[in-house]
């Protein structure tokens, strides 16, 4: 079992940056990807990140890439997204997801999942 909790969410305004983090709980974190996704009202979920186990390989949707930027702190049991140049569209629930795998950018894949973080861009 692996307890995914994610924080760092909240209200900001276009242009601004915001860094969410992902701290799950595992034996050997060094074991697991991790991935972001998020969903706003109404749309189905996106796959915005993910990164390997090392954190030396990490792909991102094309509607985040050059803006968005995936870490992991491995010593720390945590992963952080590093979001700049929000913009309204931005505007979802964001959620970690962890497991024991390679890369993939299927939320089907991810078996683990935090309760989500909401961050809320204004124009």
């Known amino acids: 079992q692996v307890q995914v909790v994610e924080s760092g969410g909240g209200m900001v305004h276009s242009g601004d940056s915001l860094r969410l983090s992902c701290t799950a709980s595992?034996?050997?974190?060094?074991?697991?990807?991790i991935a972001w996704f998020r969903q706003a009202p109404e749309k189905e979920r996106e796959f915005v990140a993910v990164?390997?186990?090392?954190?030396?390989?990490?792909s991102y949707g094309d509607s985040v890439k050059g803006r968005f930027a995936v870490s992991r702190d491995n010593a720390k049991n945590t992963a952080y997204l590093q979001m700049n140049g929000l913009e309204p569209e931005d505007t979802a629930v964001y959620y970690c997801?962890?497991?024991?795998?390679?890369?993939?950018?299927?939320?089907?894949?991810?078996?683990?999942w935090g309760q989500g973080t909401l961050v809320t861009v204004s124009s």
């Open positions: 595992a034996r050997n974190f060094n074991t697991i990807t």
């Open positions: 997801a962890a497991g024991r795998f390679g890369f993939t950018n299927k939320s089907s894949e991810f078996p683990y």
């Open positions: 990164i390997s186990v090392t954190g030396a390989r990490s």
